[in-house]
């Protein structure tokens, strides 16, 4: 298949819910997970956790760190996954605290086919419009400066 141009995309969303397990000293949480891609932001998978009675978390990390965390461990900073036989441990750390959360490992792995059938590895520049991007950013940080 041709790339085609930014413009040229049918630009589609990857949606998959299922539910995690909270590690805590209380003992284990279940917690509802929204697992989203775009191919907008092709770079990106965001994560929504939330729990009954409680507001959504969001985090939002490269999709390249789930490709790989699926299958090895992977991730240095906030975010870190290290997968097992039927889990993949996925560890948040924030400023704000430290989740440990236990996601089915199938459930991640279909997520990730899910997402590199959407935008193969390798071709997120073609989805992606870095113009667009830089616009957002000028924007945000400078209103009224944005060029187009």
């Known amino acids: 298949m041709t790339p085609q141009p930014v ?3 049918r630009h589609r969303t990857v ?3 299922t539910v995690m397990t909270l590690v805590t000293d209380g ?3 279940p917690v509802d997970a929204d697992l989203q891609f775009h191919t907008r932001d092709p770079f990106a998978v965001r994560m929504v956790f939330s729990i009954p009675g409680a507001a959504g978390v969001e985090w939002v990390f490269g999709r390249q760190l789930l490709v790989d965390g699926v299958d090895r461990p992977a991730g240095t900073g906030d975010v870190q996954l290290f997968p097992c036989e039927d889990v993949v441990i ?3 750390d924030s400023p704000a605290g430290r989740a440990r959360l236990l996601a089915d490992r199938s459930a991640m792995t279909a997520f990730v086919r899910d ?3 959407a935008v193969e ?3 997120e520049d073609v989805y992606f419009d870095i113009d667009r991007e830089i616009d957002r950013l000028l924007a945000e940080s400078l209103p009224g400066t944005a060029l187009s």
């Open 27 to 29: 003992g284990d949480v």
């Open 121 to 123: 590895l390798g071709a």
């Open 90 to 92: 996925l560890e948040l």
């Open 15 to 17: 949606v998959a819910t």
């Open 7 to 9: 413009t040229a995309q």
């Open 115 to 117: 997402t590199l059938d």
